[in-house]
């Protein structure tokens, strides 16, 4: 393999994650310059910027590189973005094109199969990445209602982030037929693992048993989180596929949404 001629990120000690099931549209010419280097680099994504020529690479690891055509050189990071000049007004490319590729994933890995949180006179919709051990994952679910008055529905989807036990609450909690199953399932899950400080074992969360569908709905949506560049939870994905990764509390999340222009229903 030829050396690069500037590597700004380093990517050689990053290890190689397992086959992604995301499908979206890339260069796989590109694609497979990067993955048979000796980088063990697993591409999900490229986009070309028409006018500086060089694509966007976004790694199954959520990292974020600038390379041309020949993959001659790295220039990398998340902090590495292109702006394009449109009738004088520079755009961020980078941004347009990362949260595309966000709504994409969460449409393919995620879709409808979450535990919804439907508000009553719907104005927006968010993607939140829970884990029922996650003490801010607690707090939002205990103020759900909040949300829900300002107009935001609640999409849940599972990323255990805190081991086997949370991964058990949700592959239980998703195999339930009913919303208010679901919902009492995770609410029951929460408080046990809360008055025991998260130190509860799986006889004494006492879940209901798991489905096979289940189980790859949870393999999805961890995934999804993952390829996100979710580091822990909550992670909220907004209509447009912005991701806030942290807790925002359900005044300044509408807030936030007004300020932004987003449209609601």
């Known amino acids: 393999m030829k050396k690069l001629a500037l590597v700004t990120l380093i990517l050689s000690a990053m290890p190689l994650a397992a086959t992604a099931a995301y499908t979206g549209n890339m260069d796989k010419e590109l694609a497979a310059k990067i993955e048979s280097s000796d980088a063990k680099m697993e591409v999900v994504m490229t986009h070309k910027e028409p006018v500086s020529g060089l694509s966007m690479v976004r790694l199954s690891t959520s990292e974020i ?33 990362n949260e595309s590729f966000n709504l994409e994933l969460v449409n393919e ?46 999409n849940f989807a599972a990323f255990p982030v805190y081991g086997n ?37 799986l006889e004494q969360l006492d879940l209901p048993s798991s489905t096979t569908e289940a189980v790859d709905v949870v393999s999805k949506h961890t995934e999804a989180g993952r390829m996100l560049g979710l580091r822990g939870t909550p992670g909220i994905v907004l209509e447009h596929g912005e991701v806030i990764p942290s807790y925002v509390s359900a005044g300044d999340l509408n807030n936030y949404l007004i300020q932004t222009g987003q449209l609601s229903k």
């Open 65 to 97: 590189f600038l390379t041309n055509d020949n993959f001659d050189f790295i220039v990398g990071g998340q902090g590495q973005q292109i702006f394009t000049n449109e009738d004088g007004s520079f755009t961020n490319a980078t941004k347009s094109a």
């Open 165 to 201: 036990n949370s991964k058990a609450i949700l592959e239980s909690a998703f195999s339930a037929k009913s919303f208010s199953e679901q919902s009492e399932i995770i609410k029951q899950a929460e408080a046990t693992l809360s008055a025991s400080r998260g130190q509860a074992t």
């Open 109 to 154: 890995l995620v879709g409808d199969s979450t535990i919804t949180y439907k508000a009553p006179e719907e104005k927006y919709q968010v993607t939140v990445f829970v884990d029922p051990a996650c003490g801010y994952c607690q707090k939002l679910h205990s103020e759900i209602d909040q949300y829900l008055e300002l107009g935001i529905t609640v």
